[in-house]
């Protein structure tokens, strides 16, 4: 479909609201949100506008029900790309992370945070260990897949089949996975080669 359908005020106020929050988030504004950042009193007026910009071709509704970027628009200069990424829980059980059992469901995500050629997970967090550095619990975590990771990088570690996110810090003979919390309780796990790093954190994405 040609996007040749001129805008009026109000549909490139939400175009421009949409690709903001794709390049910003990852991901584009619920009906809610939108919304509310409209000024509208109801989310209908929100759904029609998205309906009127998928009609004209600036937007393309996924199957999963998310929202792409079709084309650029008003002086902008390139479209935003998107690629679909796994969500997958957090408890393993015994299978790798990304067995095919484990995926929950897809959501497309700019390429501005998941940066080809890396590959990519979300996980959803659980509990408070991690919520002075900005994951709090059932948070949707971005992960970049990788094996490796340096002193302070935030990872997913698979420890006896479960998977939990923490601070990763190598020393001599161990590996300390260290939470980042303001509940005390919480202490330091320190590992030996009984372990497996499934990632490194890269985003993390509230309410998704």
Known sequence: MKNNTPLNQKETQALRLIRNSVMNRGYAPSVRELMESMGYS????????????????????KKDNSLELLSSFAGDESNEETVDIPIV?????GMPMLAEENI?????????????????????????SMNMAGINDMDSVLIKRTQ???????????????????QYWQG??????????????????????????QGIVVRTIPGL
Not at 43 to 49: E, G, K, L, Q, Y
Not at 53 to 60: A, Q, S, T
Not at 105 to 127: E, N, Q
Not at 173 to 197: C, Q, W, Y
């Open 42 to 61: 109801s989310p209908r007026s929100a759904a029609m506008i998205i309906n009127s910009l998928i009609d004209g071709g600036y937007l393309r509704r």
């Open 172 to 197: 001599e003979g161990a590996v300390l996975l260290k939470p980042v919390s303001s509940n005390k309780t919480h202490r330091p796990i320190v590992v030996a080669d009984e372990f497996m790093i």
């Open 89 to 93: 829980g957090m408890a393993a059980c």
């Open 148 to 166: 490796t990771a340096k002193n302070g990088d935030l990872v997913v570690a698979l420890i006896n089949n479960e998977a939990t996110i923490k």
């Open 104 to 128: 929950e469901d897809y959501i497309s995500v700019s390429t501005r945070l998941a940066r080809p050629p890396h590959k990519y997970f979300i996980v959803r967090a659980k509990g408070d």
